[in-house]
């Protein structure tokens, strides 16, 4: 059986560029190059991870400008024509992601980087898909030869951790972003990775994120670079080094049952530096910094997810970021299968997921698998406010509009 191949490298701590192109040339290296994979005269798509602000290297939430560039050269040298190609997060400027990080620089030196949320949308099949039969994305996905997905290593309020796999959602449209948490977040990620088959992926460990990622995480100097073709096997060595077991990584999981990579180490040849010389426990979604508010309730049913019970937990933290704390007592979010308590009020019932029996449903009932943090806030609050987007632009209708 031929094995996966995932290579760690470890560079200096805070590497300048000259540091970070060392490590990427050695990390493909490691994994027998990509002379096979990339052509003079191939269109090779980078998709490194513009998921919001904040956009200082240091502060962990996107892919650090070096990384995508050290990558870009290594291509541009094969003779093929590089793009780098991102949309951010929904309701997200992406321009001004670039604007206000080192990806304008990349454009003054000439590379190619588009803004997708401005490029024409292609509907791409899913063959055999659970969630999708055809996802929107766009004519640059379609048309490449070579997709290579750069994540940055970070913990995901919903899905545990973010890496090679999740960063994926950023080559779909809004529209789509959006139907994908309403339809089946951890089905439908897997159906895009099957629709859309990335060459490699090469994951920005270098300022990481743990606690509330994927954007309010606290930062954490890792100085890791990690590559392989095996997305599947690349976010399972990713998750080992932020120490989770990977088939408890829905994600990782889901992708290895869909016969589209590995997560068993004995399945993987793991190359460069062990694992165990870079384990690091990263803080978890739902261990950072729980809210308590007097009068408030939380009940997590059996059946509860972790991408629920994480998107409530994220979403009472950007509650509490928003200044809306006050907004809480009296209510009682309900997510899972839970026994109810008869001191519920059903005026103040807000169920989140679709885990919740229908029967037990609240009069506000958030959708979703999971649904989207701001749509929790707003359930909270109803009508006395509108939910603010910690990172997006304005509140949560004005980002509807925009959509």
Known sequence: MVKSKVSIVKTHPQPDFRGVRKAVDEAISLIGGIGDLVKPGMKVLLN????????????????????TRAVADVIRDMGARVIIAESSAVGVDTEKVIEGSGYRELREKGYEVIDLKKAAKAMIPVPSGKVFQEIESYR??????????????????QANITCSIKKLKGLLSDKYKKLMHQQGLFDGVIDLLSAVKPKLALVDGIYCQEGLGPIFGKPVEMDLIVAGRDLVAVDAVCGLIMGYEPEKVLLTKNGAERGL????????????????????????????NPVKVEGFNLIFG?????????????????????????????????????????????????TVGKCVPEW?????????????????????IGERAKAKRMYAEGDLESTEKKE
């Open 261 to 288: 990579g590995t997560y068993k180490q004995e399945e993987m040849e793991l190359v460069g530096v062990p694992v165990e010389k870079v384990r690091r426990r990263f803080l978890r979604a739902e261990e950072d």
């Open 360 to 380: 037990k449903r609240g009069k506000v009932h958030v959708k979703g698998c999971p649904p989207n943090n701001a749509y929790v806030v707003q359930a909270i």
């Open 140 to 157: 640059l996905v379609q048309e490449a030869d070579v997709i290579v997905s750069l994540p940055k290593m970070k913990t995901h309020d």
């Open 48 to 67: 490194p991870s513009l998921v919001a602000p904040p956009t200082e290297p240091e502060k962990g939430c996107i892919t650090q400008a070096e990384v």
């Open 302 to 350: 059996g059946v509860t997810c972790t991408g629920c019970r994480n998107t409530v937990m994220s979403a009472l933290v950007d509650m509490r970021n928003a200044d809306q704390l006050m907004y809480l007592p009296g209510v009682t979010v309900v997510t899972g299968d839970p026994e109810i308590p008869p001191f519920v009020s059903s005026e103040g019932l807000v």
